[in-house]
């Protein structure tokens, strides 16, 4: 299905991005500091889907199928995969009332944002 993926070396992710990376990590989650070397340097990557306000979706795509997706987010979904559990055992959560599917239909878009970063 992606023909970006780890089988494309053309798209999978260079010494470059494993310093970015790792060393955002570290900025931003004090826990990552000094832990680089830990980082699994394999052949991953991809070119990244995008939904059209660039946020995140979950919610029910069709009957007995469920859509986390990221948007590119990465590591800011970390944490999701309890709330969408609880979600599909009946639980709806308010967290992920924002990014539903029907906020294109409605128009509630979520803001801007006035952030330097791409990712925010």
């Known amino acids: 299905m992606d023909?970006?993926?780890?089988?494309s070396p053309e798209y999978t992710v260079t010494e470059d991005f494993v310093r970015?990376?790792?060393?955002a990590l570290a900025h931003c989650h004090k826990r990552f500091e000094g832990k680089r070397d830990l980082?699994?340097?394999e052949p991953t990557g991809g070119i990244g889907a995008f939904t059209p306000d660039s946020f995140p979706v979950f919610d029910v795509f069709r009957q007995n199928a469920y859509v986390i997706a990221d948007s590119n987010h990465g590591y800011k979904m970390i944490g999701v995969g309890?709330?969408?559990?609880?979600e599909l055992l009946g639980e709806q959560q308010?967290?992920?009332?924002?990014f539903r599917f029907s906020?294109?239909?409605t128009g509630n878009l979520h803001p801007t944002s006035n952030s330097?970063?791409?990712w925010s």
């Not at 970015?20 to 060393?23: A, C, K, N, Q």
């Open 3 to 7: 023909p970006y993926g780890p089988a």
């Open 20 to 23: 970015m990376w790792t060393s």
């Open 39 to 41: 980082y699994r340097h």
């Open 82 to 86: 309890a709330l969408v559990a609880r």
């Open 94 to 98: 308010p967290l992920l009332a924002p």
């Open 103 to 105: 906020r294109y239909r």
């Open 116 to 118: 330097p970063f791409p």
